[in-house]
């Protein structure tokens, strides 16, 4: 049972434009969401998170938005540049940023 | 600040041998996890320590994996025997606290065969 998943396994984008990365969850009683990065042979790396009290954060470039309606989030990034290739996970959690289950990811290739 | 350090970095192995894999967290770090990422898939979770007790291990196949952090700083993950479908990148990450960001290590990548 796959409790968070990314239905786009890959997203090619050019340079400058706006890329949007998916994110679908099942379980009601995840309260936290968060973005990591990870590029080839590295751990993955925080991004960006929101708690379910709050419906969009942005930082820079990055900005995540949540719907708890849909069970829905995305990540948008603008203006893309081509270091942002990379592949991304969203990890949801019930318990503050704890116990984190992630998704397939969505490998990002933006284009210059 | 170093970072998560994990070794080794690959592995190969013949089914039913076994393996350890190390794991030393960012210095002052009390919560400690270990993730199995298989091709293809997101992270999971197999085991989380505080300090040198474990929180969860719910996920962990006790069977055949164990893992421990004795002095509560680095750790070791054990699989034995392995199987073919243990075949993945094994992560460590830490934490300052149990509900602070995770930072991960490069990981360890096994090929059972």
């Known amino acids: 049972d796959q409790q968070v998943k990314q239905n786009s396994p890959s997203l090619s984008v050019q340079e400058g434009r706006i890329s949007i990365l998916n994110c679908d969850y099942t379980n009601s009683m995840f309260d936290y969401f968060l973005w990591y990065k990870k590029y080839p042979a590295e751990g993955p790396t925080f991004l960006i998170s929101?708690?379910?009290?709050?419906d969009k954060n942005e930082d820079g470039r990055f900005t995540v938005f949540l719907n708890k309606s849909a069970k829905h989030l995305s990540l948008h990034i603008v203006p893309s540049q081509p270091g942002d290739s990379a592949v991304y996970f969203c990890?949801?959690?019930?318990?503050?940023?704890?116990?984190?289950?992630f998704g397939g990811g969505t490998r990002l290739m933006v284009k210059p | 600040e170093a970072g998560v350090a994990q070794s080794p970095r690959y592995k190969i192995i013949e089914k039913r041998q076994s393996v350890a894999f190390w794991c030393n967290p960012i210095?002052?770090?009390?919560?400690l996890y270990w993730y199995q990422q298989i091709l293809g898939q997101g992270p999971k979770l197999l085991i989380q320590f505080q300090n040198n007790g474990v929180v969860d291990d719910s996920q962990l196949p006790k069977d055949r994996f164990s893992a421990e952090r004795l002095k509560g700083v680095d750790s070791t993950l054990k699989i034995q025997p392995a199987k073919l479908e243990d075949s993945a990148v094994y992560l460590c990450?830490?934490?300052?606290?149990?509900?602070?960001?995770?930072?991960f290590g490069p990981g360890t990548r096994l090929l059972v065969l």
């Open positions: 990890a949801a959690s019930n318990n503050a940023g704890n116990m984190l289950t």
């Open positions: 929101i708690s379910s009290i709050k």
């Open positions: 210095s002052g770090h009390a919560t």
């Open positions: 990450a830490s934490s300052i606290g149990h509900q602070e960001t995770q930072y």
